[in-house]
C-alpha cells in the first residue's frame, strides 16, 4: 500500500539500550515497542503517518513522532487522537528526519501473529479505507 516500490523501508529497532541521557532506562527500540520507518519523499511520510493515524487501533499504536516539520517535528498520541506540533527541541533528528517513530502498546508487541495479521489485513486493502472487521 505504502511501499512505494521501496520509498517507505524499515529502518527497525536496534540494539538493547538505555535512553539517550537516561542511563538505566532501556530504550522503547529495546523493548520491542518501537520501530522507525524511513521515507524517500515527504509526499511518501505523509501518507504513511496516514496510513497508521487511520488504523492506530487494529495496530494498538500508541504515540508517532514525525520528525520533519520545521522548526521540532510533530506527535500524535494516543490520549489526544490528533497530531501537535513540538514547541520545543523535542527529539533529536528534527527538522527534516525522513523517518517516523511508531510505538505500539506492550499487548500488541507481545503478539507476534497479530502483528502479521493484521499488517496482512491493512496491507491487502489497497482502498486506503479500515479494514472491515
Given at each position: 500500500?505504502?511501499?512505494?516500490?521501496?520509498?517507505?523501508?524499515?529502518?527497525?529497532?536496534?540494539?538493547?539500550?538505555?535512553?539517550?541521557?537516561?542511563?538505566?532506562?532501556?530504550?522503547v527500540h529495546s523493548t520491542g515497542r518501537a520501530v522507525d520507518f524511513?521515507?524517500?519523499?515527504?509526499?511518501?511520510?505523509?501518507?504513511?503517518?496516514?496510513?497508521?493515524?487511520?488504523?492506530?487501533?487494529?495496530?494498538?499504536?500508541?504515540?508517532?513522532?514525525?520528525?520533519?516539520?520545521?522548526?521540532?517535528?510533530?506527535?500524535?498520541?494516543?490520549?489526544?487522537?490528533?497530531?501537535?506540533?513540538?514547541?520545543?527541541?523535542?527529539?533529536?533528528?528534527?527538522?527534516?528526519?525522513?523517518?517516523?517513530?511508531?510505538?505500539?502498546?506492550?499487548?500488541?508487541?507481545?503478539?507476534?501473529?497479530?502483528?502479521?495479521?493484521?499488517?496482512?489485513?491493512?496491507?491487502?486493502?489497497?482502498?486506503?479505507?479500515?479494514?472491515?472487521?
Amino acid at each position: 500500500l505504502f511501499l512505494n516500490g521501496g520509498k517507505i523501508r524499515n529502518l527497525g529497532s536496534f540494539m538493547v539500550r538505555d535512553m539517550r541521557g537516561k542511563p538505566g532506562k532501556p530504550s522503547v527500540h529495546s523493548t520491542g515497542r518501537a520501530v522507525d520507518f524511513g521515507y524517500t519523499n515527504r509526499e511518501d511520510g505523509l501518507a504513511l503517518a496516514d496510513f497508521f493515524v487511520r488504523n492506530w487501533e487494529a495496530l494498538g499504536i500508541e504515540l508517532i513522532v514525525d520528525y520533519f516539520p520545521a522548526p521540532y517535528g510533530r506527535g500524535w498520541n494516543v490520549t489526544r487522537l490528533a497530531w501537535q506540533d513540538y514547541k520545543k527541541p523535542t527529539v533529536s533528528g528534527a527538522p527534516y528526519g525522513r523517518w517516523l517513530h511508531v510505538e505500539i502498546s506492550n499487548e500488541v508487541a507481545d503478539n507476534a501473529a497479530y502483528i502479521d495479521f493484521v499488517f496482512a489485513l491493512l496491507l491487502a486493502d489497497t482502498r486506503g479505507h479500515e479494514p472491515s472487521s
